[in-house]
């Protein structure tokens, strides 16, 4: 009975109970456009009422992920990520900073991608989890290009300088037990993407997983994944955990955030009222639960680079996208 209360006592706190009410409400959003008409693009021949299944299923395996991870580092030291942050007063400003500049930097790559006649420069190469976009090598290399330099590079060097790399998480405190925690992550998510929409990866030839791989692996690295680890991670995470106080919130904060980023890629729709609904539901659907993993790796191991490694870089990235990397190339079999 002890156990089922530890399971129970999260529900009581009222971060979880709305979090859980928002994502009721998602559900509803989405059932009910999926009703009616809706101009949607292509979503890869997905409709609306199987992307939210596949939502609420991934859901599930977050959470048990989460519970993985909890497991795993239960008898480390666990950072307190608080004590990595400043002052109150200049988390905050820096929060409020950092927030400001990653929007401007989504407009800037938003209109960059319009007046090159290419998709939007979003925090997703076009074509990436929904749809089928097509894009060019020239496409594919300036947004990595842009998001390394912008969310990466730019916030780094700035940070960098007036703190410490174990202050932005960028030092494990704890290596055998990061990579404990790093294979066996990595091993049930690439099962779990295995299992569900990522079987493309075996329609490929070996030669071309051979090229094509390797060749995904670095631009999502650069374009999607170290812009992921330094922008929320590194720096905004542990800011979050002084400014709430609270562990919850921050794995919620964090959550939102990594969905918010990905605001204006290709494939959400801002063009009416129906479009914004649909696009900020399925962001909310589709990226707060793997942001909250994310979450929980930085905050439990105190290492931001163990989700790097554990859960985007190889999997889902490499796995997911490498079909439409080789695609992309035209690289033969």
């Not at 395996?61 to 480390?76: G, P």
């Not at 942001?291 to 490694?309: D, E, P, Y």
């Not at 554990?310 to 190339?329: F, G, K, Q, R, W």
């Amino acid at each position: 009975m002890s156990a089922l209360r530890r399971l129970a006592a999260p529900l009581r706190r009222r971060s979880i109970q709305i979090t859980i009410g928002l994502w009721i409400l998602a559900n509803i959003i989405v059932a009910a456009i999926a009703a009616g008409p809706f101009d949607h693009p292509d979503f890869g021949g997905l409709s609306l009422t199987g992307m939210l299944i596949g939502a609420d299923i991934n859901m599930v395996a977050v959470l048990a992920l989460i519970a993985l991870t909890y497991r795993l580092t239960r008898k480390r030291a666990i950072p307190d990520l608080a004590t990595r942050a400043p002052q109150r007063r200049v988390a905050a400003r820096e929060v409020a900073g950092l927030i400001g500049y990653g929007v401007l930097v989504q407009i800037v790559g938003a209109l960059l991608g319009a007046a090159l006649g290419w998709h939007p420069i979003g925090f997703h190469l076009a074509g990436t989890l929904y749809g089928h976009q097509e894009v060019t090598p020239a496409e594919a290399y300036t947004w990595a290009g842009y998001n390394f330099l912008a969310y990466a590079v730019a916030p780094y060097l700035y940070f960098r300088r007036r703190y410490s790399a174990e202050a932005l998480g960028l030092r494990s405190s704890n290596r055998r037990n990061d990579l404990l925690v790093i294979g066996a992550v990595l091993l049930v998510e690439s099962l779990s993407e295995f299992a569900g929409l990522s079987t493309a990866l075996f329609d490929l030839s070996p030669r071309q997983v051979l090229l094509g791989a390797p060749f995904t692996f670095v631009l999502y690295l650069l374009g999607t994944v170290l812009p992921t680890m330094i922008f929320i991670y590194a720096i905004l995470l542990p800011r979050y955990r002084k400014l709430t106080g609270s562990t919850f919130m921050t794995i919620i904060l964090a959550g939102i955030t990594y969905a918010l980023v990905h605001a204006l890629d290709a494939w959400t729709v801002l063009t009416s009222p129906t479009g914004v609904v649909l696009s900020v539901t399925l962001l909310f659907l589709q990226y707060f639960g793997p942001g909250m993993v994310k979450a929980v790796l930085t905050l439990r191991t105190g290492n931001a680079w163990v989700h790097v490694w554990a859960y985007h870089a190889i999997s889902p990235h490499t796995i997911i996208d490498t079909p439409h990397m080789v695609e992309m190339l035209q690289i033969k079999p």
